[in-house]
């Protein structure tokens, strides 16, 4: 497979966040989607460098969607020698007796379930971390979304050590973007899964989907802006509010300047 752009992207972000060490096992929450998939066959790939020495897992839960047919991911995984595993869960059942007020799926609930099944299968299987196939478009629609709904400007992290769990999550894909992730997935023939999810492209994650798609296309360079704004440290410019015993900077410069 001819996956170096991916691979090259993984590489900085392990490099810039350190999360991989050696002897590590890592299992990959596989939803079936092209990010997961894509990231799957990067990672097993990326194993494979000189210098590396970690193993790959691939990890699927059922959520129990009705038609979703996973026979072609297992047999790309057999092919390519990855490990994959599939679990069943109650998940599905769990959301239609949990409707929210408009008697939707709770999308936030479902992400929970998942990834507390995703955690409790990867202990089972002495995988230390697990690898969320979640790119650049991702951490920006999420910061987004935070500022809108939350009123806070925050972001998922590169790397979470869960210490109830005692499990490392880690984001290889930070540094790629959606459509070079489809571009990597269609010209290796890399196998999928559609969900069939009854919520599927009608989220808020959609909505925010298509209103920075709207700004990329008015403004092209706020798409590697924004990416680089989530470690841009140095120049973070936020207000900050004065504690009662704090002195205020101004006065304190007016004072030092007799004025």
């Known amino acids: 497979m ?4 991916i691979l090259r992207n993984i590489r900085k ?10 002897g590590d096992r890592i299992a990959v929450g596989v939803s079936g989607g ?28 059922k959520i129990g969607f009705p038609n979703m047919d996973f026979s072609e991911v297992e047999a790309f995984c057999e092919r390519e020698g990855i490990e994959f595993h599939s679990f069943d869960s109650m998940i599905y059942k769990i959301l239609q007796r949990n409707l929210d007020k408009n008697g939707d799926l709770k999308c936030s609930l479902c992400s929970k379930f998942k990834k507390a099944s995703v955690i409790e299968e990867a202990k089972k299987l002495n995988c230390n971390k697990i690898a969320f196939g979640h790119h650049s478009n991702d951490a920006v629609e999420t910061l ?34 959606e459509e070079d992730i489809l571009n990597a997935q269609y010209n290796n023939e890399i196998p999928f899964v559609k969900s069939t999810c009854p919520n599927d ?13 709207e700004l990329y296309e008015k403004y092209p360079m706020a798409k590697g802006n924004f990416v680089h704004m989530l470690s841009n440290e140095k120049q973070v410019d936020l207000w900050h509010k004065l504690q009662d015993d704090e002195e205020d900077p101004f006065e304190k410069m007016m004072k030092e300047n007799d004025v």
């Open 2 to 5: 001819k996956l170096q752009e």
């Open 34 to 61: 092209k990010d997961s998939m894509v990231l799957l066959a990067a990672l097993h790939m990326y194993s494979k460098f000189q210098g590396k020495n970690f193993h790959v897992v691939g990890i699927h839960i």
């Open 201 to 213: 492209g009608y989220t808020e994650r959609q909505e925010m989907k298509d209103m920075l798609k």
């Open 144 to 177: 987004f979304m935070n500022m809108i709904h939350g009123g806070k400007i925050a972001t998922f992290l590169p790397k979470m050590y869960m210490s109830r769990t005692d499990v490392m999550f880690i984001r290889p894909l930070i540094y790629c973007f």
């Open 13 to 22: 972000a392990d490099q810039d966040y350190r999360m991989i060490q050696d």
